[in-house]
């Protein structure tokens, strides 16, 4: 079983650095499959806590805006992973592979 001791928190901002609020940010580990969501709030900032180690897919989407998930995230004890996004206007995915 999975410690729980790691977190993931960062910004969601437009292409022109405005915050964006509402925004759905997913965390999906990518051993076990188990996800947890949460939104930004007004500043457009998120943080989830208490989530297992190992490797993560990070997903931030909003309507009218392209979703932008991250790859290449391995969770470490007690790490608080800053993960960024900027969502661009459009409907389109784009996935980025961090290494």
Do not use: C, H
Not at 11 to 37: F, K, P, Q, W, Y
Not at 45 to 51: E, M, T
Not at 83 to 97: A, K
């Amino acid at each position: 079983m999975a410690q729980v001791t790691a977190a993931v928190s960062g910004t969601i901002e437009d292409s022109s650095g405005s915050a964006v609020a509402g925004a759905t940010i997913t965390v999906t580990s990518l051993e076990t499959g188990g996800r947890r969501r949460t939104n930004s709030d007004g500043s457009g900032n998120y943080s989830i806590l208490s989530l297992p180690l190992g490797a993560i897919e990070v997903r931030a989407e909003k309507t009218g805006f392209k979703a932008v998930a991250r790859t290449g995230i391995t969770l470490e004890l007690d790490q608080n992973a800053k993960v960024n996004f900027r969502l661009e206007v459009g409907e389109f995915v784009s996935q980025i592979t961090v290494s």
